[in-house]
């Protein structure tokens, strides 16, 4: 993770949310105040989060304390305490929903990424990640995905050609699109096309692609598709896939299979900030 651009992610964050002051703090506390967070596991599932919370806090106020007791991809149970925050009280009370917020949904995504891991456990297929992410923040939820042991699947147009179905429809034909394509690109740049028919799947293994995706295709037309590849080109399942249908592409052989799900719909993990005043909560 870049620890550049996190703060200056978390300091527009913090800027949308606190504005010019926070009325309530400041109507309560004179500023001086130091004061204890401790941040539990309110269910079971694997956080992700460590830095930020550390970087988070330590903007807001730069002598706090911080004493994690989970690691990011850990697993924690309902109770298990994450984190303990030590500092001063108004930056604690300013910092809470932000951190949280972001805590728990890269914690749902590491926990969601983790059980597709868990799912594929004994193949050789892997899972992977999409650009199905929420704009400004793609950054961590693409770590949070790593920590649950994904692999990520390219970060932005910049860094690998996709060439889908509607630059085919565009241009015409995969043959076409892939020829413009290796005219431009350096030999660094790995080249993937989606398809859907076998006539697809023989005209890129003929372009000379690194990857073919089957797109939108059942287990069985996958297992049919993948015939059609040498092992020298990397294979890839997407479309409709999510962790109740991932089993059934078990046993297709592709070498990965990339799940939207795991950003695009994720469910937070419970996550709380509590006040602990002698192993109890205030």
């Known amino acids: 993770m870049n620890k550049l651009k996190l703060k200056e992610m978390l300091k527009g964050f913090f800027m949308e949310d606190i504005g010019e002051r926070d009325i309530t703090v400041q109507s309560i506390f004179t500023g001086e105040e130091r004061g204890q967070f401790t941040f539990l596991a309110k269910e079971n599932g694997a956080f992700c989060g460590e830095e930020v919370i550390k970087t988070g806090f330590s903007l807001l106020d730069e002598t706090v304390e911080i004493k994690m007791h989970v690691k990011d991809g850990q697993l924690v149970a309902s109770g298990d305490v994450i984190a303990v925050v030590h500092g001063n009280i108004s930056a604690l009370l300013m910092g809470e929903r932000v951190i949280l917020n972001l805590v ?6 590491t926990t969601k990424a983790h059980k597709a891991v868990e799912i594929l456990k004994g193949t050789k297929t892997k899972a992977c990640d999409t650009r199905k992410t929420t704009p400004g ?27 889908k179905d509607n630059h085919i429809d565009f241009i015409g034909s995969v043959s076409e699109a892939v020829k413009l394509v290796k005219a431009q690109v350096g030999h660094m740049v790995k080249i993937e096309v989606e398809t859907s028919t076998a006539e697809q799947v023989k005209e890129a293994v003929k372009a ?19 015939k059609l590849v040498p092992s020298s080109i990397v294979t890839e399942a997407s479309g409709g896939l999510t962790l109740e249908n991932l089993h059934t592409y078990r046993g297709t052989g592709v070498d990965y299979i990339s799940l939207g799900c795991l950003t695009h719909s ?15 909560e205030r």
């Open 104 to 109: 728990q949904r890269m914690s749902g995504i």
């Open 137 to 163: 923040i793609r950054m961590l939820e693409k770590y949070a995905v790593a920590c649950g042991g994904v692999c990520n699947h390219r970060y932005g147009l910049y860094d690998g050609v996709m060439i």
């Open 208 to 226: 000379g692609v690194d990857i073919i995706m089957f797109d939108n295709c059942t287990p069985e037309k996958v297992k049919e598709l993948k």
């Open 266 to 280: 994720v469910q937070a993990l419970d996550i709380s900030a509590k006040v602990m005043i002698y192993g109890g």
